[in-house]
DNA sequence: AGCTACTCCTGGTAGC
DNA sequence: TGCTACCAGGAGTAGC
């Protein structure tokens, strides 16, 4: 990227469209996202400077900032939600931040004399006279400092974009569970990185039920399945992720365009692309769950 | 093991 | 117009 957002579009984002409110969650697609627009403008860069807006967010820590000024950027990567930063002090390593957006969180490089707004939550001063921040209205994501990303991680499911996440060890894994598609799918230890969007889109595009049980989807169904996660992540991630009204935007302040492209999640009422029979919601385990009842006949009762 | 409920939060919306 | 109640939602945790 490497350009500078426009300070015209501060605002834009507090006021949406009209329409109705749809948190855009970020998901993997989004997460890439902004690890691969934030790369250029962050890695290689020094922290000068450390401003707590509101300390849960760096899980209480009060010596945040004292642990972080010095240190410069090595290397920024991804793994499920999570942004890791890697950092050195004095050319040697020295742990790393890792960050989670969870509902609502934004990260972005602006100019320090910008407004960073209501909801700046940190704000790392950078040596180029600009800022990292984290943007989060509703508080529920995270800046650590940790050692070892993994001791932020907790267990993590294989990667699903990358080799470890096969098709046979898939099915493999759904037949040794017996659990509803919907929560498993969700389960970041199981598979890391989906969240309620794309499990939606994915078990649309699989025509499985949501709460099929996992140990009844034949071989066949599981490798259509895990095709169709890794092509809507793909398909995602080229469209720099999915935004809606508010929350979701890339780090230039742009809103990805992956929404356009939703089958069945937040269409409901809407026709199936498929069949034409309308889209229901429903809820599963919690969450808002989209399909279409007649491409994805749900499961006869286990016998 | 796996489920449900609850917690954290706030902006937006529905209902009155 | 102005108020209140409710909702979404990732992830962690508690209780069954």
Redesign the pocket.
Known sequence: MGCAPQPTARGDW???PA?????A?PELPEVETVARLLRPDVVGRTITGARVGWR?TVGGSTGFAKSVVGRRIAVLWRR??YLVFELEHKAVPDGCLVA?L??TGRMHVEPADLDAGP?CRVALALDDGRELRFVD????GRVLRARVPADVF?DLGPEPLEDGFDPDGFFAALAE????LK??L?D?TFVAGL??IYVDESLFQARLHPLTPSDRVPRAKAVTLHGAIRSTLRAAIEREGSSFD?FYRTPGGQPGSYQDQFLVYGRQGKPCPRCGGAIRRM?V????THLCPRCQPKPRSRA
């Open positions: 507090i006021a949406g329409g109705g409110y749809t948190d969650v849960p499920a939600k989670h969870r509902m909801w209205p509703r508080k529920f907790g569970r017996r659990r509803h929560p498993l969700l970041q969240g309620n508010t809820v385990g919690q969450r808002g």
